[in-house]
Nanobody
């Protein structure tokens, strides 16, 4: 059973930095696009950043310049470096990835992590 496991969330003061990490647990046979989303109570989950296997990145316009997504393909890990954090960045951050869970099937399935809380105090 494949799961995406996030880490690195926590409490930070405004202006501070955090780095989130996410990697699949269990045996996998490939990962394509990986992404970070975030959600606050009462709001829809929103895209933060995405990165393809080749390293092409996209960002939510309002976050570009403060957040950086990267990945280590050898470790099947995606990172989100968050700098100059603001109280409005407070949210649960979710990892998302297209993963190939079976060796002899070409299909990639989409998985979500359980979320990690990021709280930015003013």
């Amino acid at each position: 059973q494949v799961r995406l496991v996030e880490s690195g969330g926590g409490l930070v003061q405004a202006g501070g930095s955090l780095r989130l990490s996410c990697a699949p647990s269990g045996t996998i046979f490939g990962i394509k696009t990986m992404a970070w989303y975030r959600q606050t109570p009462g709001k829809q989950r929103e895209s933060v950043a995405t990165i393809t296997r080749e390293g092409t990145t996209t960002y939510a316009y309002s976050l570009k310049g403060r957040f950086t997504i990267s990945r280590d393909n050898a470790k099947n890990t995606v990172y989100l470096q968050m700098n100059s954090l603001k109280p409005e960045d407070t949210a649960v951050y979710y990892c998302n990835a297209d993963v190939k869970p079976e060796p002899f099937v070409s299909q990639y399935l989409n998985y979500w992590g359980q979320g990690t809380q990021v709280t930015v105090s003013s």
